[in-house]
């Protein structure tokens, strides 16, 4: 199994930029998919961007294009998110996770398997 710890969270005004870290122990193979969603109070966990293992592939929801990027350093086993031009709209709580899969991408929440403790964001105006 994969353990998850997110970090890199916290305040900034509208229009700046965080560098999220996800870092992944317990097994570090070629064969995981990995992501980010995002949960603000009162609404539902929804999809940020996700990367496939080799970190050539990535994909990300509309509201985040061109100002997230995600990435991956494989040889320290993290996941990066970088986002700039953050938005009050995106305060959140960010989660990584990561699941088995090969082929694809996997946008669902409820297709991940492993799920990181979560950091907060938040872009104040």
């Known amino acids: 199994q994969v353990q998850l710890v997110e970090s890199g969270g916290g305040l900034v005004q509208a229009g700046g930029s965080l560098r999220l870290s996800c870092a992944a122990s317990?097994?570090?193979?070629?064969?995981?998919?990995m992501g980010w969603f995002r949960q603000a109070p009162g609404k539902e966990r929804e999809f940020v961007a996700a990367?496939?293992?080799?970190?050539?592939?990535?994909y990300y929801a509309d509201s985040v294009k061109g100002r997230f990027t995600a990435s991956k350093d494989n040889a320290k086993n993290t996941m990066y998110l970088q986002m700039n031009n953050l938005k009050p709209e995106d305060t959140a709580v960010y989660y990584c996770?990561?699941?088995?899969?090969?082929?694809?991408?996997?946008?669902?929440?409820?297709?991940?398997?492993?799920w990181g403790q979560g950091t907060q964001v938040t872009a104040s105006s």
């Open positions: 996770a990561a699941r088995y899969g090969t082929t694809g991408y996997y946008s669902n929440w409820a297709q991940y398997n492993y």
């Open positions: 317990g097994r570090t193979a070629s064969n995981y998919f």
């Open positions: 990367i496939n293992w080799s970190g050539i592939n990535t």
